[in-house]
């Protein structure tokens, strides 16, 4: 049964960190492509960070490029996204998702709310 479970979500300050988790469970971890995603209210569903399923190349948003960094551990079957000088834009519910390289399904996480607020 495939399994991708977010952690690490929170209240922080503008200007605060949050390093979120998640953790992949019941497929080839080597094999998938590995994304967050963010959606704030009203919003659609945004692509923030990209690494490959070897961990050589990653890939950020504008939007996050200098505060944010995506890193996978392959012995540990999870990612992370490191978000550095939070904003009051960023704010969302964070999606990790799985692709499969080859395949190409997509598997979804349940979601971690990041909240940013003095």
């Known amino acids: 049964q495939v399994q991708l479970v977010e952690s690490g979500g929170g209240l922080v300050q503008p200007g605060g960190s949050l390093r979120l988790s998640c953790a992949a469970s019941?497929?080839?971890?080597?094999?998938?492509?590995m994304s967050w995603y963010r959606q704030a209210p009203g919003k659609e569903r945004e692509l923030i960070a990209t690494?490959?399923?070897?961990?050589?190349?990653?890939n950020l948003a504008d939007s996050v490029k200098g505060r944010f960094t995506i890193s996978r551990d392959s012995a540990k079957n999870t990612v992370y996204l490191q978000m550095n000088s939070l904003k009051p834009e960023d704010p969302a519910v964070y999606y990790c998702?799985?692709?499969?390289?080859?395949?190409?399904?997509?598997?979804w996480g349940q979601g971690t709310q990041v909240t940013v607020s003095s």
């Open positions: 690494i490959t399923n070897d961990g050589g190349s990653t």
């Open positions: 019941g497929f080839t971890f080597s094999s998938v492509t």
């Open positions: 998702n799985a692709r499969g390289v080859w395949s190409k399904k997509d598997y």
